[in-house]
């Protein structure tokens, strides 16, 4: 079974960082793209970043380009996000999802991110 | 970047009735290998998307029949046959022909009249 499980999310500062984790379980992590989709509170859903099987390919949505940066460790099944100089409008629950053929198939519970002085 | 809406953005249907949601997308999502990458999702109060339709009408494993989506070019619906009282939630169409960056719709809340 496909499990995809978030942490890192926390209360944090403008201008702070924030590293959050997916582990993944129950496919073969490595061949696969992977997404980080986020969530603000009563909101949408905002697509932030994805990154290839190897990690060599990355896209970001314009409002988090060098900011944040997604990357895996495919020997560990983890996916990451880290955030650096948050700012409010950060604020959201933020999901991994495994990302085949331009697609979102499985998605984990969230976890939540919140940027406030 | 493709925009892409949806109408209604809010659905109140009774329990046993149809409901249909339309979503629009700003260009057209025919990549140029000849497929459509219009995905719908739902998101029941409390709970993380769930994918129900992939490439405009496939259905997810698991999903009921009742649900089915239909569409070309710009033009895309999500219909629920007969409305159950599980089928509560906000349902998100999402384009992933032109990324980066995926876009989703604003999203259709459905409720029971």
């Known amino acids: 079974e496909v499990e995809l499980v978030e942490s890192g999310g926390d209360l944090v500062q403008p201008g702070g960082s924030l590293r959050l984790s997916c582990t993944a379980s129950?496919?073969?992590?490595?061949?696969?793209?992977m997404s980080w989709v986020r969530q603000a509170p009563g909101k949408g859903l905002e697509w932030v970043a994805n990154i290839n099987q190897d990690g060599s390919q990355r896209s970001y949505v314009d409002s988090v380009k060098g900011r944040f940066t997604i990357s895996r460790d495919n020997a560990h099944n983890l996916l990451y996000l880290q955030m650096n100089s948050l700012r409010a409008e950060d604020t959201a629950v933020y999901y991994c999802?495994?990302?085949?053929?331009?697609?979102?198939?499985?998605w984990g519970q969230g976890t939540l991110v919140t940027v406030s002085s | 970047d493709v925009v892409m809406t949806q109408s209604p953005l809010s659905l109140p249907v009774t329990l046993g009735q149809p409901a249909s949601i339309s979503c629009r997308s700003s260009?057209?999502?025919?990549?140029?290998?000849?497929?459509?990458?219009l995905n719908w999702f739902q998101q029941r109060p409390g709970q993380s998307p769930r994918r129900l339709i992939y490439?405009?009408?496939n259905r997810d494993s698991g999903v009921p029949d009742r649900f089915s989506g239909s569409g070309s070019g710009t033009d895309f619906t999500l219909k629920i046959s007969r409305v159950e009282a599980e089928d509560v939630g906000v349902y998100y169409c999402m384009q992933g022909t032109h990324w980066p960056p995926f876009t989703f719709g604003p999203g259709t809340k459905v409720d029971i009249k």
């Open positions: 129950g496919f073969s992590f490595s061949t696969y793209w």
């Open positions: 999802a495994r990302h085949p053929d331009r697609n979102f198939d499985y």
């Open positions: 490439r405009v009408s």
């Open positions: 260009q057209s999502l025919v990549h140029s290998d000849g497929n459509i990458y």
